[in-house]
């Protein structure tokens, strides 16, 4: 088959939904479809761009290209589902969190005016229609699969993708928590910053890049944590493979979160996951006291969490051995025969 993915683009943004989507292209081709990646840049703010950006996608023809037929679609996160094709297949990694439960928080974007209050409303309409007409509804995992239908009333299968393919290994436990995300305010990477403050035996090294970044290293410069925390940016998939080998555990406890790579890619590496009990989709496969620790979501908690891991070897082994077992289950062989039948 001719298969298009659709992927909006926040420019020299790369992160998780990056990630998949272009392993998903590679996956497809793998596998004999002629599959190829549409994207189209995506800004939200201010005001009403965010319905204009959506738009955008609304008025592409993608069901032929160079005179061939494309034979289906699948679209991402918002807006690339607003696109139309008879047949459009939804993996939906999140929809416009803003106008739902980010709403009237500090994540969120529309104000009090009658004008941002309508926007919302036009968002959410938009979705009911864009998505209502996906032949196929997936979702990543469970908390966006609640978030679609309590917002919509869509009830979408949970379908959740593989980790990057990384030389995963375990090295042995290490004398480090591990953080890997993008740096953003909603990653709270902040709170495992602050754990390294309230213990002072706590080592911490944070992978990645991103906008929150800046505020992050002057925080831990604040504290005067001597060292403790690392900020290393991006790196490449073998030095990123040798951080998770080398820890004794890894920190991912965002709000809210959609799916979230992290956890699985610790599992892979045999380490156990710290995360928040309000962190939303890691909750599917971080449980308490049996592939990590789920923890409230206040930098002493996750001290606690971390320093027992760190001092109790055989349970941290244990729970990175539980992990890899569900993780091993995520498969692109079976998630692309899912997606496709």
């Known amino acids: 088959m001719r298969i298009a993915v659709c992927r909006p683009q926040v420019p020299f943004a790369h992160g998780g939904a ?3 989507t272009d392993e998903l292209v590679a996956q497809l081709r793998a596998r004999g479809h002629e599959a190829d990646l549409v994207s189209v840049p995506f800004k939200w703010y201010p005001g009403a761009r965010v319905l204009t950006q959506a738009f955008l996608w609304r008025l592409l023809d993608l069901e032929e290209a160079d005179g061939r037929t494309i034979d289906m ?14 047949e459009k297949r939804v993996w939906l990694v999140h929809q416009f969190r803003q106008a739902y439960e980010l709403d009237r928080t500090d994540l969120g974007q529309f104000g009090e005016s009658a004008e941002d209050r309508a926007l ?15 032949t196929r509804l997936f979702a990543t995992s469970g908390n966006v699969a609640g978030r679609l239908e309590r917002s919509t009333g869509l009830v979408a299968e949970v379908l959740p993708h593989p980790a990057q393919e990384l030389p ?77 080998a080398t820890c004794f555990a890894t920190f ?22 710290i995360t928040a009990a309000d962190a939303g989709g890691p909750l599917d496969v971080v449980h308490d006291g049996a592939t990590g620790l789920v923890v409230d979501p206040e930098p002493a908690a996750v001290a606690r969490a971390a320093v027992w891991l760190r001092d ?6 244990a729970f990175g051995r539980a992990g890899n077992a569900i993780a091993a289950e995520v498969t692109w062989d079976r998630a692309i025969g899912r997606l496709l039948a």
């Open 18 to 20: 990056e990630i998949f």
């Open 312 to 317: 109790h070897p055989h349970e941290a082994e």
């Open 120 to 134: 919302r409303r036009r968002v959410q309409a938009l979705d009911r229609v864009a998505l209502g007409e996906a």
């Open 168 to 244: 995963y290994r375990n090295d042995g436990h290490g004398d480090f928590v591990l953080s890997v995300n993008r740096l953003d305010r909603a990653k709270r990477i902040d709170l495992l910053v602050e754990a390294a403050a309230a213990e002072s035996s706590l080592r911490v090294v944070v992978a990645g890049d991103g906008p929150d970044r800046d505020r992050l290293e002057q925080l831990a410069r604040s504290l005067r944590l001597d060292g403790r925390v690392t900020f290393t940016g991006r790196v490449p998939g073998d030095e990123l493979a040798r951080l998770y």
């Open 252 to 273: 991912y406890a965002p709000v809210d979160e959609d799916f979230g790579l992290g956890p699985y890619e610790s599992f892979l590496s045999g380490k156990p996951v």
């Open 73 to 86: 679609v699948v679209a991402t996160k918002f807006p690339s589902y607003v696109v139309r094709h008879p």
